[in-house]
């Protein structure tokens, strides 16, 4: 049984948006993006923990948006302004903590026991 489901992803130019859903059948305390490009190491993107509050990657500071919807069991990743080199394969990821580092996320993977497939945003002219 499949518990994190991600949809939304696709190609846009440069300066467009997307939202990344991800339909989980568990929640945890902490809900993850992450991404990864061909040949970079896999990267947190954003954060949500079970109080409301979010963590971001530096390079997607006020541009993308993680939510919730706890009624619908989902997890959306809002991404505007897009650009080149967000092209990647995004996940969404589930872990019981969360560990923060001087008020920052340090986003591990190692961390996160429950993977979804990923979903395929390319950002390209």
């Known amino acids: 049984q499949k518990r994190l489901v991600e949809s939304g992803g696709g190609s846009v130019q440069p300066g467009g948006s997307l939202r990344l859903s991800c339909a989980a059948s568990?929640?945890?305390?902490?809900m993850a993006w992450f991404r990864q490009a061909p040949g970079k190491e896999r990267e947190g993107v954003a954060a949500i923990v079970s109080n409301g509050n979010t963590y971001y990657a530096d390079s997607v500071k006020r541009r993308f948006t993680i939510s919730k919807d706890n009624a619908k069991n989902t997890l959306y990743l809002q991404m505007n302004s897009l650009k080149p080199e967000d092209s990647a394969m995004y996940y969404c990821?589930?872990?019981?903590?969360?560990?923060?580092?001087?008020?920052?996320?340090?986003?591990?993977?190692?961390?996160?026991?429950?993977w979804g497939q990923g979903t395929q945003v390319t950002v390209s002219s």
């Open positions: 990821a589930a872990h019981s903590g969360i560990t923060i580092v001087g008020g920052r996320w340090s986003a591990r993977p190692r961390d996160f026991g429950y």
């Open positions: 568990i929640y945890t305390y902490c």
